[in-house]
């Protein structure tokens, strides 16, 4: 998936998405048009990448991606193994 500075994502519900029942336990998806969705799952401990899908394309993480632990400040590390 690649992105069009001029495109505008939204952030909605993933049922409300053509692919969100490939990704049961996101809860927010990104949806760009012409583009696809990203898929995601926010919690108190992390912001998680459950994978992407497009007209043609779906990739479920089979490991999801942590894109932000928290709390989180300024330095902190973190290191994170996924898969699709």
Do not use: C, R
């Amino acid at each position: 998936m690649s992105g069009n500075p001029g495109e505008l994502t939204s952030v909605v519900a993933p049922s409300s998405t053509t692919n969100g029942a490939s990704f049961p336990n996101a809860t927010i998806a990104h949806s760009t048009p012409n583009t696809g969705e990203s898929y995601f799952k926010t919690s108190s401990s992390a912001y998680q990448n459950y994978g992407i899908a497009n007209s043609s394309l779906v990739m479920s993480y089979t490991d999801p991606e942590d894109v932000l632990h928290f709390p989180f400040s300024y330095t902190n590390t973190f290191n994170d193994t996924w898969a699709t």
